[in-house]
């Protein structure tokens, strides 16, 4: 793959390319517009790869006319920079779109739709996730490739499905998921384009410590209102995060959330692993789905919960449970503008 290289060994970065800096101004290398930016004018070192690497600048390429080529190390970038990189993406006329970043290595990746490369910009400049604290609830993140190794572990099939359908939900997630047992423990989570609360979308009926007026209206409210105020705010930031990122979560779970009608001194806390995957819809959606298992080992010995996260705190009817599958399911063949749900 060609990446960003050095000009001791002939530099691969024509010369034409645009940057724009952290505050979101177009420049051109080499002149003193750029040098001025970069904070040196007269630099012993290649000033374009440091800008990228280091400085937080984007650079932007057309490649004759077909693909358009953008270099960027995302943990770097300032928002302002991504703006503009955004809007000069708006007015280009090129199918084809080229991504090359950092991570702990220089990645690529080709994309045939404008507004898909501007989405992935988004996603890959997200800012970088930090847990909420909070007494009750502490989370320990783990090491994904450990559930793909693990044979033994319910959520791996799961896991599976997501990597090698790439990420895009349709009708056999579901159907996997009742195969392999795990409707009753799946979540799936809906967040819109465009919008920042994320909201229930599907329920297994494994989640039973919520009054019956809950279990009914829960299906299209936000995730953050759940019996416990608390935990619901806790629990949605995750579910943005996965779903802003587009990035997968394995996580250990101890909670302990309250109840109806439980004192607070009466309630059990719970262990649980919890895998949380984001998928992409015809809708344009983003559903992120969770499943999780209790782990006896740590459990009280009356888990306030069954079936692991007690972010779904709901016991929903066989005939809501149904009829959300069945919305669930005709995703995939929805129109650009459909709804789920």
Known sequence: MRTLGAKSRGSIVPRDHRLVTPDGQWVQIGTPEFLAALGDVDPNFDPFVFAVKNLGFVSLQTLRDQVVEIHLHPRNVPLPALLAVQQELQTCQTHLYRLIYLTTEWRSEIIASRERAMARLSELCAPTFVPPVHRRFVVEPRDLSTLFGDENNPLRPLAQKWRAAFGHFDP????????????????????KPQTVDPVFRFIGD??????????VNAIGERTENQPDKDYGEWVSEFYKAVGRSAEPRYDLVMAAIGQPKVPDSQVDRI???????PWKTPSGEVFVTMASRMVDAYAGSEPASVGGDSSVP?????SSKASSVERLTSTSSMSPQGEPG
Request: avoid cysteine; charge should be positive.
């Open 172 to 191: 056999t997630v579901i159907g996997l998921a009742i195969e392999r047992r795990l409707l009753s423990r799946l979540m799936i989570i809906g967040i």
């Open 206 to 215: 494994g989640f039973n410590w919520a009054d019956e007026r809950y279990q």
């Open 271 to 277: 262990v649980y692993e919890r895998l949380l995957l």
């Open 314 to 318: 709901i016991n929903v009817r066989k």
